[in-house]
């Protein structure tokens, strides 16, 4: 925290971030460096994205996101959004819904949805959460990924999709539901569901 007074020392702060274990550490390095001079810091973040390490890139898009210049958008590169360490990729995602600009967000929701279906849940939830953080404009191009023939897109696509018109749902809850929707159809569902309303309703009688 002393530190983040003191000119002069980006480029040590960078290196720790780049190998430091404990993530509250690692926060507390980015806090730091949001209190270097924007002017000094800024290039050299940008710098640690062409890193060879999985945590350096991480921890860059993550200072950019603190930092918040809507100059450095154009550094989160379509690779950065596709890394392929998840931890990278969805940081990326992350910071791009901070840092685009209204008239690329359209294009930002049409790449971010081409990873539908990636990775674990807490992977899936990081992609929900950034697509919904679009907003509306995202229910467009998630229309393709509805239709998906692969089970597990269309099972995250109607994830994402309750995810917006519910930001208070449980994701976990999301998805089962989404499969469940995959698997019988709207319709059947429905009926289902309506059937052991029935069933409910007919033992709380008795």
């Given at each position: 925290m002393t530190v983040g007074s003191e000119p002069g020392l980006?480029?040590?702060?960078?290196?720790?971030?780049?190998?430091?274990?404990d993530f509250f550490v690692r926060d507390?390095?980015?806090?730091?460096?949001?209190?270097q001079p924007v002017e000094l810091t800024v290039p050299q973040v940008?710098?640690?994205l062409q890193s060879e390490h999985v945590q350096a890139r991480s921890q860059a898009l993550h200072t950019?996101?603190?930092l918040g210049v809507p100059s450095t958008w154009t550094a989160i590169t379509v690779e950065l959004l596709h890394d392929p360490d998840d931890e990278v990729a969805?940081?990326?995602w992350r910071a791009a819904v901070v840092l685009a600009p209204v008239d690329e967000r359209e294009a930002l929701a049409a790449e971010l949805v081409k990873?539908?279906?990636?990775?674990?849940r807490m992977v899936q939830l990081s992609l929900s959460r950034a697509l919904v953080g679009l907003g509306e404009l995202i229910e467009p191009v998630l229309r393709p990924a509805l239709a998906s023939v692969d089970p597990k897109v269309r099972a995250h696509a109607r994830a994402t999709d309750l995810l917006l018109r519910n930001p208070d749902a449980a994701?976990?809850?999301?998805?089962?539901?989404?499969?469940?929707v995959d698997s019988l159809g709207p319709e059947k569902l429905a009926a289902a569901e309506a059937a052991k309303a029935a069933r409910n309703g007919a033992q709380t009688a008795c």
């Amino acid at each position: 925290m002393t530190v983040g007074s003191e000119p002069g020392l980006v480029e040590a702060l960078l290196a720790r971030c780049a190998v430091e274990p404990d993530f509250f550490v690692r926060d507390m390095l980015t806090w730091t460096l949001t209190r270097q001079p924007v002017e000094l810091t800024v290039p050299q973040v940008l710098a640690e994205l062409q890193s060879e390490h999985v945590q350096a890139r991480s921890q860059a898009l993550h200072t950019l996101s603190k930092l918040g210049v809507p100059s450095t958008w154009t550094a989160i590169t379509v690779e950065l959004l596709h890394d392929p360490d998840d931890e990278v990729a969805r940081t990326a995602w992350r910071a791009a819904v901070v840092l685009a600009p209204v008239d690329e967000r359209e294009a930002l929701a049409a790449e971010l949805v081409k990873e539908l279906g990636r990775g674990d849940r807490m992977v899936q939830l990081s992609l929900s959460r950034a697509l919904v953080g679009l907003g509306e404009l995202i229910e467009p191009v998630l229309r393709p990924a509805l239709a998906s023939v692969d089970p597990k897109v269309r099972a995250h696509a109607r994830a994402t999709d309750l995810l917006l018109r519910n930001p208070d749902a449980a994701f976990a809850a999301d998805v089962d539901a989404a499969k469940r929707v995959d698997s019988l159809g709207p319709e059947k569902l429905a009926a289902a569901e309506a059937a052991k309303a029935a069933r409910n309703g007919a033992q709380t009688a008795c």
